[in-house]
């Protein structure tokens, strides 16, 4: 969420039940709102905002107020820390991301087949295809300073049209003189 649907220039203000009315740009959202439209994705959260029940709270909120609805949140990866993995020998910015494609391997990993889910976009300001680069088709990298952008949103549209094309591919491999094998 941080980096993605709010920037440098979303303004935090200290109000509300939860410790923080937590920010988010609606020209962000509404770039969102476009990528969910043209792809009928689903959204899983892997930010660390899924690890506060406000946090979501303001998210689903702020996009049923974009027009997003709530059912398009679909999980949230499990949490894995810097101390669950050995190959971390120091703090820093890749091994946050090291962390966050490793959630994202696991809920892929528990959920793939039960959701059959074909294709996936991990979109984040981190430097998560740096991180894991095998997944690198996968990765939409933001911008922290400006957020979610257009061209952000066609590239995970493209990356997203991947499975259209492969069932498209494996229908017409499957099918003679138009007709199905089994005909």
């Known amino acids: 969420v941080d980096g993605v649907l709010n920037s440098d220039e979303t303004a935090y203000s200290d109000v509300g039940r939860c410790s923080y009315e937590w920010p988010l740009d609606s020209r962000l959202l509404c770039r969102l709102r476009t990528l969910l439209l043209s792809s009928n994705a689903q959204i899983v959260l892997s930010s660390p905002w899924r690890l506060d029940a406000c946090a979501v709270q303001s998210l689903i909120k702020a996009c049923i107020a974009a027009n997003i609805p709530a059912a398009v949140f679909i999980g949230e ?9 050995r190959s971390f020998d120091t703090v820093n910015h890749l091994s946050l991301a090291q962390c966050r494609v490793e959630e994202i391997r696991r809920w892929l990993d ?23 680069p095998e997944l690198t ?37 499957t099918t003679t003189n138009g007709r199905c094998p089994a005909c």
């Open 77 to 85: 990866t499990p949490e894995v820390t810097r101390h669950q993995k």
């Open 110 to 132: 528990r959920n793939h087949s039960r959701l059959n889910v074909e294709t996936w976009v991990a979109i984040d300001d981190s430097a998560l295809a740096q991180a894991c």
């Open 137 to 173: 088709e996968h990765m939409v990298r933001t911008d922290t300073s400006v957020g979610l952008q257009d061209r952000d949103v066609e590239l995970a549209v493209q990356i997203l049209a991947k499975k259209d094309l492969q069932h498209a591919q494996r229908a017409s491999t």
